[in-house]
């Protein structure tokens, strides 16, 4: 019989050659670069496996036995293998904490939060985005334009870095929110090399009478194995993205408190945590549809992994590789936000040094090094960040460690002295200084040097003979 799609007979190679090619591309860019974007990862084989699976053709808005939708048998218990390993792999108790693990990916995850437990135009409270918060957390420019539906739809008042150190500000923090009175406290960022005084964060939200969320996206492996403080003895939500330290599928959790709370002033004894239901109706049907089954299946085959010696002493080499890195830069004499790091990351001020960060964005794509761009503190505008962010979970997983990072730390020396050498023949005119770059010897020699390097190591999910080009 002839099938009704021939094309669902054939591999990806004939059915899309075009495509097939792409990722042939993209495979091979992965394995000859040097991958330093600190929210990314190389995730494993079998969670790819999952990823590619059948659960993509399923339909189950609801919840495990709850669905609107038949034929739900297997992806039930798909979604509980998950819940059930995310809530052990940060060690909780299911009397006192649940999740959903159906949110898309972080930034609908906060949202999710945010649609369950605030009413629009109440007040938040979250990190600057130039101080290292996230857009999420409420972020607005300086003249005040709302970029992030949190600032659209929600007050948001945010607290910074003191501009000193670096570090946050927690008096400052403390005396913004006993005026403002926010009704949520978010911790966690996007670019903050430090970790989190979660008990003072507490405190704070106490005394103002908000609730404490913390996004701990970039973090949550390295909480996970413990080398993190946990936000969990304090907070009252947190949530999640999977891919990043953790390792897993793109994908977005949430985790809150339920079962008996403190009572507030004038309560009667007795009460509950009442998030539970609001946040999962605000997962579905507030704002999401079906959820990604296929992703639920790979967060449940990365979180299985995510306990254990093996993804422990991973997490500790993440730490140790990022420590590698910010000594190497810091003996060359660059300057780097709090002087150093105690995570996966590294934020390295480039303004003393006379360069922007969108150049050593510009020169590090052109030998194969890939990071980002990031604003600093005290930056005049975040059009033109001063700094760049440097993170070390992608090449840890692929078995990278300190001396390999103080190799990297060398080839990101030579991109900034070939940055400056070239600003000086070529001027500081974006335009001029691309031209100085184009067909320079010295790039092609360090790109073949960065890309010899970086082949030299393995690559979790597929290896250079699985490349067809
Ligand atoms: N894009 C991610 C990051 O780099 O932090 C989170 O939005």
């Not at 990722?23 to 590619?52: C, D, H, Y």
């Not at 903050?192 to 970039?218: Q, V």
Request: charged share 25%; glycine share 10%; aromatic share 8%.
């Amino acid at each position: 019989m002839e099938p009704v799609f021939p094309e669902a007979l054939k591999t990806l190679k004939d059915a899309d050659p075009e495509i097939y090619q792409l990722v042939q591309k993209e495979k091979l860019r992965q394995i000859r670069g040097i991958e330093l974007i600190a929210s990314e990862n190389f995730t494993s084989a079998p969670v790819m496996e999952a990823l590619g699976s059948c659960l993509t053709n399923k339909y189950s808005e609801g919840l495990p036995g709850a669905r609107y939708y038949g034929g739900n048998e297997n992806i039930d218990q798909v979604e509980r293998l998950c819940q059930d390993r995310a809530l052990a792999a940060f060690r909780l108790d299911k009397s006192k904490w649940g999740v959903n693990v159906q949110p898309y990916s972080g930034s609908p995850a906060n949202m999710a939060v945010y649609t369950a437990l605030l009413v629009p135009h109440d007040r938040i409270m979250g990190l600057d985005l130039p101080s290292g918060g996230h857009l999420t957390h409420g972020y607005y420019t300086a003249g005040g334009k709302k970029i992030s539906a949190t600032s659209i739809f929600f007050e948001s008042l945010p607290y910074k870095v003191n501009y000193s150190t670096g570090y946050i500000d927690y008096d400052k923090l403390e005396e913004k929110a006993m005026d403002f009175r926010p009704k949520m406290l978010i911790c966690g960022g996007s670019a903050y090399p430090r970790d989190w005084d979660y008990k003072r964060f507490r405190d704070i939200a106490d005394k103002c009478g908000a609730m404490l969320m913390m996004d701990m996206a970039h973090i949550s492996g390295l909480v996970a194995a413990e080398e993190q403080a946990s936000p969990f003895e304090y907070a009252d939500i947190v949530t999640t993205t999977t891919h990043k330290s953790l390792r897993g599928p793109r994908a977005g959790m949430i985790f809150f408190r339920r079962g008996p709370r403190p009572s507030k002033r004038g309560e009667p004894e007795g009460q509950t945590y009442d998030y539970e239901s609001k946040i999962n109706m605000a997962v579905f049907p507030a704002l999401q549809g079906g959820p990604h089954n296929h992703q639920i299946g790979a967060l449940a085959v990365a979180l299985k992994y995510a306990t254990g010696p093996v993804f422990k002493a991973y997490q500790a080499q993440v730490k140790a590789n990022a420590a590698a890195l910010a000594n190497a830069l810091m003996s060359r004499g660059y300057k780097l936000v709090t002087d150093g790091t105690e995570n996966h990351l590294v934020l390295w001020d480039l303004r003393p040094n006379g360069l922007t960060g969108s150049k050593m964005e510009t020169i590090c794509d052109m030998l194969h090094i890939t990071l980002n761009k990031n604003a600093v503190y005290g930056d005049a505008s975040a059009l033109t960040p001063g700094g760049c962010r440097i993170g070390a979970p992608a090449m840890t997983s692929r078995g990278l460690k300190e001396a390999d990072f103080v190799t990297i730390a060398d080839f990101l020396h030579e991109a900034v002295e070939l940055a400056l050498e070239v600003q000086s023949s070529h001027g500081k005119m974006l335009k001029d200084w691309k031209m100085g770059l184009e067909g320079n010897p010295k790039v092609d020699e360090l790109r073949a040097r960065v890309e010899a390097f970086a082949e030299g190591f393995d690559m979790p999910g597929f290896t250079r003979g699985d490349v067809d080009m």
